[in-house]
């Protein structure tokens, strides 16, 4: 069965840093693009960033780039976001899966940015 897990998340100042690991089972992880999402309070579910199986190459949303840096270790079956430069905007709960993305979703872990 498809599973992810994710873990990193906490209460952080504005433009703090976390680094948040989402652990994944069950596929074939080297066959398939990451993705790291985020639901903000009262919001739907939004892309954060993707990266190809080979690690090479990274995207990002508009209101994370130069901030949010996404990485994957295929030996691990886990991808990592690097979150800098936090802002409360950035408050959600975060979430990994593939692209395109399984049924099965992963707990999420929250994120919290407030002075």
């Known amino acids: 069965q498809v599973q992810f897990v994710e873990s990193g998340g906490g209460l952080v100042q504005p433009g703090g840093s976390l680094r948040l690991s989402c652990a994944t089972s069950?596929?074939?992880?080297?066959?398939?693009?990451m993705k790291w999402y985020r639901q903000a309070p009262g919001k739907e579910r939004e892309f954060v960033a993707r990266i190809s199986e080979s690690g090479f190459r990274t995207s990002y949303a508009d209101s994370v780039k130069d901030r949010f840096a996404i990485s994957r270790d295929n030996g691990q079956n886990t991808v990592y976001l690097q979150m800098n430069s936090l802002k409360p905007e950035d408050t959600a709960v975060y979430y990994c899966n593939t692209d395109p993305p399984n049924k099965n979703w992963g707990p999420g872990t929250e994120v919290t940015v407030s002075s």
């Open positions: 069950g596929f074939t992880f080297i066959s398939y693009f």
